[in-house]
Nanobody, 124 residues
Framework: QVQLVESGGGLVQAGGSLRLSCAAS????????MGWFRQAPGKEREFVAA????????TDSDSVKGRFTISRDNAKNTVYLQMNSLKPEDTAVYYC?????????????????WGQGTQVTVSS
């Protein structure tokens, strides 16, 4: 089992920045690729970004490309999502997730463990 706890969400004005953190406990964190997803009210869960177990490979969605950056610190068992130039359409609950897959993936069903989520609200 891997337990994931997100933090860092909040209310920010458009154009602002936030950094989300996801702290992991349980099984060896470095064995898992990690991903960030988000879900806005009335919408399906959407892939945001993912990072390999080593941190050497990342991918992100077109909607956040150039604005969001995923990173991880295996010594701290933590994955981060730096969000810059935030827009009102980024408003959602943000979830981190862990997958044992070697190749990073954007598919939610590939992820085995999920956090409870943290709310991000961007005002215009």
């Amino acid at each position: 089992q891997v337990q994931l706890v997100e933090s860092g969400g909040g209310l920010v004005q458009a154009g602002g920045s936030l950094r989300l953190s996801c702290a992991a406990s349980g099984r060896t964190f470095s064995n898992y690729a990690m991903g960030w997803f988000r879900q806005a009210p009335g919408k399906e869960r959407e892939f945001v970004a993912a990072i390999s177990w080593s941190g050497s490979s990342t991918t992100d969605s077109d909607s956040v490309k150039g604005r969001f950056t995923i990173s991880r610190d295996n010594a701290k068992n933590t994955v981060y999502l730096q969000m810059n130039s935030l827009k009102p359409e980024d408003t959602a609950v943000y979830y981190c997730a862990a997958t044992p897959r070697v190749v990073i993936t954007s598919r939610p069903y590939d992820y085995r463990y999920w956090g409870q989520g943290t709310q991000v609200t961007v005002s215009s």
